[in-house]
């Protein structure tokens, strides 16, 4: 039997100001287990990022606070943890890549002495056997191991992106949480840092959050897929289940806005409207106001979770008879 190494339930993180309430996640829910990967996916400000940040404990307080829910990482609570215990998981066991490579690296230190930090702060080794093991770990994502003592000024995006891997992967952790990886890339380096990725995923056994709202991406890298939408999983299920099977009017509406290269139209499908305003969320079913299908009972009361199959979930009115 798989080892389960992440269990979140009902997580829920609001921003607080004087002027408004954020409710950027609302009650998520996923499990990963040990090698296992999952697409987080979604429009721009459906509270992916800021579900990651949750899971490390890093959402900025103020105005930032987890509300509810729990975050269990290999049995332990994560949110009853100190933020000395916490910052021994963060870059140990827990890594995140963050979303641009160009603001995540320091300018004033060489890339080496960045590796190196990672390394020094979780294992006790000198200062030598460091830079050593920042060296392997340039080499490991494609870059000569010399290049250590150069400034990240002096490598292009794509490599940038290669260093923040690197730091990420420095101590071996169990779980890697990715925030559009590949967002500022051009297309033939996306491909070069997704295979490295997923060839890094198999050789250290790590388990993946994929945080982006590219299908192509996840359809490469990913074994399950979960569909955020206002601070809610929608969907969730296996790559199949998502890609053969979908089952919610967003899922669908997401991948009919992708180009076909089979159908000759002159313009994309998009999905009407707007994604909601998360100080202003819609009662009942967040999506209803977008929604094609969407009766009077979308508008009201709490959608129920509908399990298709064993590993197949839709969050959706029309399917509530079915069961």
Do not use: W
């Not at 729990?70 to 215990?85: A, C």
């Amino acid at each position: 039997m798989a080892e389960k190494i992440l269990d979140v339930k009902d997580l829920e993180i609001r921003y607080v100001t004087d002027e408004e309430t954020v409710k950027a996640v609302n009650g998520i829910s996923f499990t990963l287990e040990k090698g296992e990967s999952i697409g987080l996916v979604g429009e721009t400000g459906a509270g992916k990022t800021t579900t990651a940040l949750g899971i490390l404990r890093l959402v900025p307080d103020p105005p930032g606070e987890i509300v509810g829910g729990s975050i269990e990482f290999k049995g332990r609570q994560l949110l009853d943890l100190t933020e000395k215990e916490m910052r021994q998981i963060r870059g140990g066991q827990i890594s995140m890549i963050f979303q641009d490579p160009m603001t995540s690296l320091n300018p004033v230190m060489t890339v080496g002495e960045q590796i190196a930090e990672v390394v020094l702060l979780h294992n006790k080794i000198s200062k030598a056997e460091a830079r050593k093991k920042a060296m392997e770990m340039l080499e490991q994502v494609g870059i000569p191991g010399e290049r250590c003592d150069e400034y990240p000024h002096q490598f292009s995006g794509g490599m940038k992106q290669r260093v923040v891997i690197a730091i990420a992967l420095a101590c071996s952790p169990e779980l890697l949480i990715a925030d559009e990886p590949t967002t500022a890339l051009d297309v033939t380096i996306q491909a070069q840092v997704l295979e490295l990725m997923r060839k890094l995923k198999q050789e250290y056994n790590t388990s993946l959050i994929l945080i982006t709202h590219d299908l192509g991406v996840v359809a490469k890298i990913c074994d399950k897929v979960a569909v955020v939408y206002a601070g809610e999983v929608i969907e969730s299920g296996t790559l199949k289940d998502i890609y053969t099977d979908k089952r919610h009017p967003y899922t669908i509406g997401l991948f009919d806005s992708l180009p076909d290269i089979e159908n000759d139209s002159e313009s994309l499908k998009v999905i009407q409207g707007m994604v909601p305003d998360p100080s202003n969320l819609p009662d009942g079913c967040k999506f209803h106001p977008r929604c094609p299908h969407a009766t009077e009972a979308c508008k009201t009361g709490v959608m129920p979770s509908i399990q298709v199959s064993e590993t197949h979930m839709v969050r959706c009115n029309r399917f509530s008879a079915e069961v």
